[in-house]
């Protein structure tokens, strides 16, 4: 099988002969430009071949000058034997720029602090799982009931009754109990007026619980590490959204979704580097990933689509109808998240298919719900939607505004 070795990351690729180059980057991870979602009509794509030859098509978007200095369009080339090619400045994308422009935000303290935003929004830490601790009595001979019928009479003393419990939480329930002495630490998730026990662990964890907040922008990823004993904001990371190789905006991106295992292959770019985030972000609060409870996610409505692997194609088709907007919570480890199988995953609801539950997020959070003043909230993203209205009333736009507020050209 031929070898593709991407400069400058000198990053190496085997694929099958034939194979085509840009989806040969993308399973490097090698992030290359592709605006039209690899259908050789932006341009964007551009690689220069080192070494070896590419079968590919002829293009006009490339000048002749171009071609003779090497200059190839990704999507339109076939590997058919041992290749080097060099990923110009052009065609790479910055991934760290987005994080070295927060990091210098929060250094010259323009970004909210907790303490701003629980003051803007009069906000009251109540999350929907909450830990309690509970001793349990342990059985002998005269109370012999199991052990899930003492774990609740003991939860009952504490006032949580009609308690359904998750088969999750029940699998290890024998060895958590014993662990420390019959003290445990129960998960209670309340939604919908319903309480689920969706995790027990040995000994008191109430401190150790904690939140994930996803921002999944079309181009930018953003997740911050929330305590949810204190409400603080213990730390972030941020990247690039690595679906921006299968296209830089929402509409090409459900087209991409809508080809072969598309749609798979966007849901894992956006969960992989996720992760990859939570991952920098827990270390960076020395926190772990055990303590995850709740990971809320906000994005337009095709961003949270394709973060749950659900198809968004018939959003952009007359009368463009999402599939869904209001979304179930769903157990994060099923979608691939790397959290606890007890924690739950909430996508924040959108209206339409162009207001989006990141547009909800902002009016929640921004308080302009509760205000008599007419207040205008300005989301400036790859997609831009602005959202007038007070407590009685609300309307939202949108329109695509290109990467360009968010460090693209
Ligand atoms: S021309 Fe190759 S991705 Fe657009």
């Known amino acids: 099988m031929p070898k593709v070795n991407f400069l400058p990351d ?16 993308m399973q490097g991870e090698v992030h290359l430009s592709a605006t039209c979602g690899g259908s050789g009509t932006c341009g964007k794509c551009r690689v220069v071949l080192e070494k070896g030859k590419l079968d590919s098509l002829d293009t006009e978007l490339l000048t002749d000058e171009e071609k003779k200095k090497g200059y190839y369009l990704a999507c339109l080339c076939k590997v058919v034997e041992d290749v080097q090619v060099r990923v110009p400045i052009e065609t790479r994308r910055g991934e760290r720029a987005v994080l070295d422009r927060l990091r210098e935000a929060a250094a010259f303290g323009v970004m909210l602090t907790t303490e701003d935003i629980h003051a803007l929004v009069d906000f009251k830490v109540d999350p929907l799982i909450k830990k309690v601790y509970v001793e349990v009595e342990e059985p002998t001979l005269d109370n012999n009931a199991d052990d ?19 088969y999750d939480a029940l699998k290890d329930l024998a060895d958590e109990l014993r662990e420390k002495d019959f003290k445990v630490t129960v998960s209670i998730l309340t939604l919908d007026h319903n309480k689920t026990v969706t995790r ?15 921002d999944i922008g079309t181009t930018t990823l953003y997740a911050e590490v929330i305590d949810l004993d204190t409400g603080e904001i213990l730390s972030f990371a ?16 459900i087209v991409f979704s809508a080809k072969g ?3 798979k292959k966007l849901k894992k770019a956006v969960i992989d580097d996720f992760n990859k985030l939570t991952k920098e972000a827990l270390e960076k609060a020395g926190r772990k990933s055990e303590e995850i409870s709740i990971i809320s996610a906000a994005g337009n409505t095709t961003m949270a689509h394709l973060f749950l692997g659900i198809s968004p194609k018939n959003i952009r088709k007359e009368p463009y109808i999402p599939t869904v907007t209001h979304w179930p919570a769903v157990k994060s480890s099923k979608i691939g998240l790397k959290a606890p199988d007890g924690s739950r995953t909430f996508v924040v609801p959108g209206r339409a298919s162009y207001v989006g539950g990141d547009i909800t997020a902002g009016i929640l959070a921004s308080g302009m719900y509760k205000t008599d003043k007419l207040t205008l909230y300005i989301d400036i993203g790859t997609n831009g939607e602005i959202a007038l209205g007070n407590k009685d009333w609300l309307m939202a736009v949108s329109c695509s505004a290109g990467p360009a507020f968010e460090g693209g050209t």
């Open 10 to 25: 000198n990053v190496t690729v085997e694929v099958e002969k034939g194979e085509n180059l840009l989806r040969t980057a």
């Open 148 to 166: 899930l019928s003492r774990l609740l009479v003991a939860l009952k003393k504490d006032g949580y009754e009609e308690l359904t419990v998750d």
């Open 200 to 214: 027990i662990e040995a000994g008191d964890t109430t401190k150790n619980n904690l939140a994930l907040a996803y």
């Open 238 to 253: 941020s990247d690039y959204n690595p679906q921006i190789s299968f296209g830089e905006d929402v509409i090409s991106r």
């Open 261 to 263: 295992d598309g749609l």
